[in-house]
């Protein structure tokens, strides 16, 4: 095994697939950081880039890129671990790759028309070619079919190839969850004229996958990742794994409720959504209980300092966004003010980043570690690891950073526009024009260019890191002997 | 039917909403601290942080005019976040009983 050069050599044929996915995953997040700024820019400048890439496209694209390149960086980690986890190859190599091009050429369509052909009224022509009008799922529907096809071609994939080898605790979670993962995004495809009707199905696709299945899969990936970085034993953490999904699938399916508050259906969501949000957050103070036991008894000897910085920045950012910032705002008491403002963004900015851009990094960095040839990234590197710790460092104060500054502007939105003009009209703009929300966003876009730069240093360190290395990593099973 | 929150109790309810939250996590982690190292004065202040908390389900309750159902949402909270952190105490011991030595280095999974 060669050592540090990247090396396609070093990994198995899941792995070739994997970092393809990785690196289309780093160019959408890239692509994310970009338009999330000329956004943000429109705030302050309502005239800028206007008729040319107007602010709803740039919302657009810098949503649907996020949603993406997390799908991108799932897949790729699933692929990552699945033959290493079922101790066979991936029974369909050639397949993989050819699916993996055919996703990534569609999402270059889809993009492409984002951003071109975004003009003229909506049909039902424009539903299936240009634009379906769902939040984050806007894809055309001819888009939806791929991404079904795909996504289901991934799914075989993966099944058959924990098939033919052997099964896991985690191996097993993983395939059940991507059949829901499948499954779900089929309900944010109908077409009704019924705004309420439509609303109910596309929460199943977002909430469904953001606050239930997407936290199963990085359940399964984190579990993974500690027996990797951090040899721990395979039998704690399937048993945590399974705590984990009863917890998050018991409080999480339920949990759904809280986005049927104010779309139109029956008062008893008020009930079943209160309850259920007010125990999610119970499974992420599990987490912290868990994390101070393991890291008593594993004194955090690990074989990729990068990856584990940022599974403890996953920790954390999961327990403040999708926690702290969520149950802030989660009740209907107070959710009918904060609902779709700021706070909202705040909310999401935080949660998103905390609990699913972190750990696919953390892959990314253990991922370029083996294409490296098992180059060492313990401490003490050549430039003594200053572009990942100022990456991590400027991608978690700027996210923290616009997080508080949208919850500042939020806040004075909620206030204003909600409680004091009821939802108004003129509501609406008489809060864009209050001198803290024109603040709030000003601090977001100096933020927005602390996390930019964080963004840019990560995409450079991981093209270079363990360049210059000669050390293999180390074994983080094997203790080292004691004086 | 919901009574919603008064204007003038909107920062106080996010606020408490926030801290009921962030101090069941510090109480989980001053408890378990407590556990592992051994350090009784820690469970002192892990009841303190609970005691917090207890407080903020209370202000909570206030500001967002918790009644009837909604009352027995703020009890299952109160509860719930004294008893989780005792049970996953307990399922982390359970789960590592078999666990060498002091766990240092532990054996590599199968």
């Known amino acids: ?483 | 039917m919901i009574d919603p929150v008064a204007i003038s109790n909107i920062l106080a309810a996010a606020v408490a909403g926030a801290l009921v939250i962030m101090f069941g996590a510090i109480y989980a982690l001053l408890f378990a601290f407590s556990r592992l190292k051994q350090r009784p004065v820690l469970m002192i202040w892990a009841y303190l942080a609970y005691a917090v908390l207890v407080v903020a389900v209370g202000v909570l309750s206030i500001t967002l005019n918790m009644r009837g159902f909604w009352q027995a949402v703020a009890v299952v909270m109160v509860v719930g976040y004294f008893v989780a952190p005792r049970l996953i105490w307990n399922l982390c011991a359970g789960t590592h009983s078999t666990e060498p030595g002091d766990g240092l280095g532990t054996v590599r999974h199968s």
């Open chain 1, 1 to 483: 095994m060669s050592i540090a050069a990247l090396n396609s050599a070093n990994l198995n044929a899941g792995q070739k697939v994997a970092v393809k996915y990785f690196t289309v995953a780093m160019v959408l997040f890239f692509a994310q950081c970009l338009f999330g700024m000329l956004a943000g820019l429109q705030y302050l400048q309502p005239d800028f880039l206007y008729n040319v890439l107007d602010f709803n496209v740039n919302r657009m694209v810098h949503i649907n890129a996020m949603v993406v390149w997390m799908l991108f960086g799932f897949i790729g980690s699933v692929y990552w671990l699945v033959e290493d986890e079922s101790g066979t190859e991936l029974v369909g190599a050639k397949l993989a790759n050819v699916n993996f091009w055919i996703l990534t050429l569609a999402v270059t369509v889809v993009v492409l028309v984002y951003l071109f052909v975004q003009t003229g009224p909506g049909t039902k022509e424009t539903i299936w070619f240009i634009n379906e009008g769902r939040e984050y799922i806007e894809a055309p529907r001819w888009a939806d079919f791929g991404i079904v096809a795909c996504v289901l071609i991934f799914f075989y994939n993966v099944a058959a190839t924990f098939m033919k080898g052997k099964w896991s605790g985690i191996s097993g979670v993983l395939v059940l969850d991507l059949v829901a993962l499948a499954g779900l995004y089929l309900a944010g495809m109908f077409y009704t004229t019924n705004i309420s009707m439509d609303q109910h199905w596309w929460w199943w696709v977002i909430h469904l996958w953001v606050e239930a299945t997407w936290e199963v899969l990085v359940g399964c990936i984190m579990a993974w990742g500690l027996m990797k970085t951090l040899g721990a034993r395979r039998k704690i953490v399937t048993t945590w794994l399974y705590i984990e999904v009863a917890l998050m699938f018991g409080s999480g399916i339920l949990g759904l409720g809280h986005h049927y508050f104010w779309i139109g259906t029956p008062e008893y969501w008020f009930t079943i959504g209160g309850f259920f949000s007010a125990l999610e957050p119970i499974p992420l103070v599990a987490m912290v209980v868990h994390a101070v036991y393991d890291s008593g008894t594993h004194n955090f000897r690990n074989s990729n300092h990068p990856a584990l910085a940022w599974l403890i920045a996953h920790a954390f950012g999961n327990f403040f966004g999708a926690g702290v910032w969520g149950f802030m705002h989660t009740l209907p008491q107070i959710n009918l003010y904060t609902h779709g403002t700021q706070w909202t963004a705040s909310h999401g900015h935080l949660a998103f980043f905390g609990a699913y851009a972190t750990i696919i990094i953390a892959m990314i960095y253990i991922a370029v570690q083996k294409w490296r040839g098992d180059v060492w990234m313990s401490g003490d590197l050549a430039d003594k690891g200053w572009k990942w710790k100022w990456s991590l460092g400027l991608l978690n104060v700027g996210v923290v950073g616009m997080t508080v500054a949208l919850l500042i502007s939020g806040y004075e939105q909620s206030f204003v526009e909600r409680a004091l003009e009821g939802s108004t009209w003129g509501g609406y703009f008489s809060a864009q024009t209050q001198p803290w929300f024109i603040q709030g966003m000003h601090w977001r876009m100096l933020f927005g260019w602390v996390t930019t730069a964080g963004v840019v240093l990560l995409l450079w360190d991981l093209a270079t890191i363990g360049k210059k290395e000669t050390r293999r990593a180390i074994d983080p099973t094997v203790t080292p002997a004691t004086t």
